[in-house]
T-cell receptor, first 117, second 110 residues
Framework: GAVVSQHPSRVICKSGTSVKIECRSLDFQATTMFWYRQFPKKSLMLMATSNEGSKATYEQGVEKDKFLINHASLTLSTLTVTSAHPEDSSFYIC?????????????FGSGTQLSVL | QKEVEQDPGPLSVPEGAIVSLNCTYSNSAFQYFMWYRQYSRKGPELLMYTYSSGNKEDGRFTAQVDKSSKYISLFIRDSQPSDSATYLCAIGFNFNKFYFGSGTKLNVKP
């Protein structure tokens, strides 16, 4: 099956710093990628939809200036958590739709555990 | 009313049992139905995908969609301890918008 690579898998940072998380589709082109946040024992909460070459679409309540998303190529989307604070600590997961055609599905990265001290 | 409802469990079964996991949904226009398995602190792994309606089988896993009842199921035959995980359903109109269930935590006891 299609592979989506996400890294880092774990990051610990100090309050006030910025953290970048990368999401890559390894064997298909993903025109659309999604970013989620997941709290312990809770389901996925969609944060934003990222389309290659255009601005991301953020869900209601998600601060676009805090969670910067860039989708510069068909295989790479990045999420930057700016000026991170302890309340931003969470498990962040990306997904990508692809490959285009009858076999299109939604594939997930392995997730990034962010801990802000 | 939530778009997708899923019993969070936990569901505990003995090894070898048949497991039935279910989700209900509110919008009859949903066409895409997927089941994911998620181990702790890992990303969800796609198990089964169904478009529109009907059944699909893959090894020990069977996915069913009942559009008249707005109900989907995932059956696991001959369950193994390695099947212990959280199972998420994902339902949507298209690939731009999916609604996820809250996940059912399954524990298969040896």
């Amino acid at each position: 099956g299609a592979v989506v690579s996400q890294h880092p898998s774990r990051v610990i940072c100090k309050s006030g710093t910025s953290v970048k998380i990368e999401c890559r589709s390894l064997d298909f082109q993903a025109t659309t990628m999604f970013w989620y946040r997941q709290f312990p024992k809770k389901s996925l909460m969609l944060m934003a939809t990222s389309n290659e070459g255009s601005k991301a679409t953020y869900e209601q309540g998600v601060e676009k200036d805090k969670f910067l998303i860039n989708h510069a190529s068909l295989t790479l989307s990045t999420l930057t958590v700016t000026s991170a604070h302890p309340e931003d600590s969470s498990f962040y997961i990306c997904s990508a739709r692809g490959p285009t055609g009858l076999n299109e599905k939604l594939f997930f990265g392995s997730g990034t555990q962010l801990s802000v001290l | 009313q939530k778009e997708v409802e899923q019993d969070p469990g936990p569901l505990s079964v003995p090894e070898g049992a048949i497991v039935s996991l279910n989700c209900t949904y509110s919008n009859s226009a949903f066409q895409y139905f997927m089941w994911y398995r998620q181990y702790s602190r890992k990303g969800p792994e796609l198990l089964m995908y169904t478009y529109s309606s009907g059944n699909k089988e893959d090894g020990r896993f069977t996915a069913q969609v009942d559009k008249s009842s707005k109900y989907i199921s995932l059956f696991i035959r001959d369950s193994q301890p390695s099947d212990s995980a959280t199972y998420l359903c994902a339902i949507g109109f298209n690939f731009n918008k999916f609604y996820f269930g809250s996940g059912t935590k399954l524990n298969v006891k040896p």
